[in-house]
């Protein structure tokens, strides 16, 4: 072999390296680079519940620009107009993301759920208020079925495609060629691909294992950290005005009525399913997976009880305004609801209104949308696991009786 020979080849070799080193670094940067999210999220324990990433970019997370075009392309997915709103999320005034979406550079800037997409409140003391968030609240969590039902719309269109995509995108941003390649042949099939297997687009394998069985400990220290945050929340003061003789007749009614299940001090008590006569089917599920993959095992006290003595906790009832709809199940709309007996309880209703409802406490519920801006979810107590039977305390109260005990409810 000739000199010239042999030196082409180790030049050669050393050009094929550094391509490889700079094919690798770019590949990192552009895939895998962890950017912290910025101060004023980290920062701060309130928006990081908010808008805080819980970690579920490395394996679910929407690639932001995706995010952003989805509305913008699909209005017709959505009822109104208004983006993600229309879909019955929470968005604060002033912040670029709806509450319980955070936005993150993990290589791409993805956008995925954290915690308050699903326990999160927000409420509005008059149908022209603009709506007021609590991050961390007890009880129900939202129904994020419309923001998948919405992926899968989107995601199952002919016109999800890489040419009307990056055409939408264009008119927000000008990506590089080099970004647009990688939205072109990675990201947008591989979306595509998620949203059409539904939730794991948004949230990552731990939260939705969790949502199917939300009693079985979290393993992240983050998300243990966030999940005492969530037990020891404390809701807000009522935000309308109370009668202040009503709200002194009803305490000593809840005393008497209400006061021996729902002490004020922090304590719960299971109630067997004989007693308390709600509908069966989610205690009958969660006694058989906690058994089944031995979280009785490593869960808290209150659990393990409610386990074995197949019933339902009976729970302190502060911040109860904020809690609606209530039971295990979401099945009843209002407390007032529930000191009827059952066949006085509305069958069907709507869910996701945040508009208080002074007169029933709880929230509006009889109404299928907000004056063209948003749906809300159809509720029928009819169907499986729905049931709104049982609790029969204080059916028995007076109209004036219960209307104390009522007002009294709103300032616990
Ligand atoms: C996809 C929706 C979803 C997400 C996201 C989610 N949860 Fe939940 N969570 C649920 C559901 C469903 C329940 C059952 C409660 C209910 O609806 O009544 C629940 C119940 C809980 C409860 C028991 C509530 C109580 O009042 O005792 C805690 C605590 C909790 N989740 C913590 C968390 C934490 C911490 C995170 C974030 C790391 C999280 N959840 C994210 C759906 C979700
Ligand atoms: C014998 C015990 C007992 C008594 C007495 C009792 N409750 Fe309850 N209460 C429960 C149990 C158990 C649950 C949970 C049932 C379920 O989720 O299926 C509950 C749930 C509730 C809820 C729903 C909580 C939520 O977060 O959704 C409200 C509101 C409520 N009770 C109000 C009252 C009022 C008002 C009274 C008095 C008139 C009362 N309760 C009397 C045991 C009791």
Redesign the pocket.
């Known amino acids: 072999m000739t000199k010239p020979t042999k030196r082409k080849i180790r030049i050669a070799a050393v050009a094929l390296v550094l391509l490889a080193i700079a094919t690798g670094f770019t590949a990192w940067y552009k895939i895998r680079r962890d950017v912290a999210q910025p101060q004023w999220i980290t920062s701060d324990a309130r928006n990081d519940y908010l808008y805080g990433s819980?970690g579920a970019e490395s394996t679910a997370g929407i690639p932001y620009w995706i995010w952003l075009a989805l509305p913008r392309l699909f209005p017709d997915n959505l009822h109104y107009p208004g983006g993600y709103v229309a879909l019955g999320l929470s968005w604060e005034e002033s912040r670029e993301m709806p509450v319980?979406f955070s936005k993150k550079t993990v290589g791409y800037v993805r956008v995925a759920?954290?915690?308050a997409?699903?326990?999160a409140r927000s409420y509005r003391t008059g149908p022209d208020e603009t709506s007021a968030v609590v991050d961390a609240v007890?009880?129900?969590?939202?129904d994020?079925k419309p923001l998948l039902l919405f992926f899968h719309q989107c995601a199952a269109d002919p016109r999800f495609n890489a040419g009307e995509l990056l055409s939408e995108i264009g008119m927000a941003t000008g990506l590089s060629f080099l970004d647009q390649s990688i939205y072109r042949f990675a990201l947008i099939p591989r979306t595509r691909q998620a949203m059409l297997n539904q939730?794991s687009v948004i949230?990552d394998p731990?939260?939705?294992y969790?949502?199917r069985n939300?009693?079985a400990p979290?393993s992240s220290p983050?998300?243990k950290a966030?999940?005492v945050?969530?037990?020891d929340a404390q809701a807000p003061v009522y935000p309308l005005p109370v009668n202040p003789a009503l709200v002194a007749a009803g305490k000593p009614l809840f005393a008497q009525h209400c006061g021996s299940c729902h002490a004020l001090d922090g304590q719960s008590k299971v109630i067997p399913i004989g007693e308390i006569g709600t509908d069966r089917e989610h205690l009958e599920n969660w006694t058989q997976a906690a058994h089944a993959d031995g979280a009785s095992d490593r869960l808290g006290s209150e659990r393990i009880e409610m386990v074995k003595n197949s019933g339902y906790l009976a729970g302190p009832l502060n911040g109860i305004w904020l809690r609606g709809p209530y039971l295990?199940?979401?099945s009843v709309p209002t407390v007032r609801a529930l000191l009827q007996p059952q066949a006085q309880r509305p069958r069907t209703f709507y869910r996701g209104n945040d508009l208080i409802d002074a007169t029933g406490v709880g929230f509006l519920s009889t109404e299928a949308e907000e004056r063209g801006r948003r749906q809300f979810v159809f509720f029928d107590a009819s169907q499986r696991g729905n049931g709104n039977a049982g609790h029969l305390y204080g059916i028995g109260l007076s109209s004036s009786e219960k209307d104390a005990l009522l007002e009294y409810l709103k300032t616990l």
């Open positions: 819980v319980g759920g954290n915690c997409l699903c326990h007890r009880g129900r969590a939202t994020i939730e949230v731990d939260l939705q969790h949502s939300p009693y979290f983050r998300m966030l999940e945050r969530i037990r295990h199940n979401g």
